[in-house]
């Protein structure tokens, strides 16, 4: 019996209130206030424990079979097949989530699962979560030297300082909150994509330069997709053509959605956006369902490198969000 998901996000976890790294910096150029997450971590946190729970109903005897994990809410449900299977899936829900004082499993209606986390669960784990943060920032930043401050604030702040000599754009996306990829559906149509009269809700996105076989693309302003739900980004050489391509795969709740829009899209294109810069714009042939897709293109060894770090979310233990940045008036 597995009971692992109650404990990923909480592990080493032993810093206590961080200190800045390296020298102190008592005149950053720029200052740069982060949070965790909260809303993102919650929702990760419940379909990692629904991804749990639906693999003990898949190991039950007889098995139960079930449809999901989809969110509602703060809360996240699995859907039972049959109503007679509702008690036992249950019964293994509630085993499989012994803490409860972290997890609240219902049943709503016969057929339906919910499980929710409760809020002083998700305070422990966001400021844990912070602490380290801290500890994986100072190693990611050791790079821009000592230039670059990080340390805890109050209420679990992050907070980041920055000298004058400092490339921010490169220090907005390694802190995870610069480089955004989405994904949205590209409007064909005759008009000229020069012409100022754009259909409502579309906007003109140019071609992102890391790709010379890119180009523009008339898209809808709101993405279909974004970049958070990716898992991973790969830079790889095609084994038939042996071009540099990128691979990426999407987790469980991008998984859904891209099977979803590939499947009522087929024949349109789907542009892959970074920045505000189409990256690709592949024509959708087939509903893809596997979550896993490919970025072809003019890429180099070393524009693929680039374009899959750029793409990828940073590697942190939480998601963050920028609730500040500012300019720090010199002496």
Not at 167 to 196: N, Y
Not at 212 to 234: N, Q, Y
Not at 251 to 275: K, M, N, P, W, Y
Request: aromatic fraction near 4%; include cysteine.
């Amino acid at each position: 019996m597995r009971r692992i998901f109650i404990c990923l996000m909480t592990w080493g976890f032993v810093a206590t209130a961080a200190t800045p790294m390296g020298s102190a910096q008592p005149n950053p150029a720029v200052t740069i206030v982060l949070a965790i997450d909260v809303d993102r971590l919650r929702t990760d946190t419940l379909l990692l424990a629904a991804d749990h729970i639906g693999s003990e109903l898949q190991d039950a005897d007889p098995i139960i079979d079930f449809s999901g994990p989809t969110l509602r809410g703060d809360a996240v449900r699995l859907h039972i097949l049959k109503p007679s299977d509702s008690a036992r899936a249950l019964s293994i829900a509630r085993r499989e989530t012994i803490l409860d004082a972290e997890f609240n499993v219902t049943q709503p209606n016969d057929g339906v699962i919910e499980i929710r986390a409760s809020d002083a669960a998700l305070r422990a784990r966001a400021s844990a979560a912070a602490r380290q943060t801290i500890l994986v920032l100072r190693r990611q930043l050791e790079r821009f030297g000592s230039g670059v401050t990080v340390h805890l604030g109050e209420s679990d702040r992050i907070v980041v300082g920055a000298d004058a000599s400092t490339d921010l754009e490169s220090l907005r996306r390694t802190l995870g909150i610069s480089g955004h990829a989405t994904f949205h559906i590209v409007h064909e149509s005759d008009q000229d994509e020069t012409s100022p009269n754009l259909p409502e809700g579309m906007a003109l996105f140019a071609p992102h330069p890391a790709n010379s076989d890119a180009s523009s693309a008339i898209v809808s302003t709101i993405p279909h997709l974004t970049g958070e739900r990716l898992v991973w980004v790969r830079p790889d050489a095609d084994p038939q053509t042996e071009a540099f391509v990128l691979n990426f795969r999407f987790d469980a709740v991008g998984t859904e959605l891209f099977c979803q829009i590939t499947r009522e899209h087929v024949g349109r294109r789907f542009a892959v956006v970074l920045d505000n810069q189409v990256l690709s714009a592949p024509r959708i042939n087939e509903p893809i369902c596997g979550g896993r897709g490919q970025i072809s293109g003019d890429f180099t060894a070393q524009s693929a490198m680039e374009t899959a770090r750029l793409l990828m979310p940073t590697a942190l233990p939480a998601r963050l969000k920028l609730l500040e940045e500012r300019a720090e008036q010199q002496p």
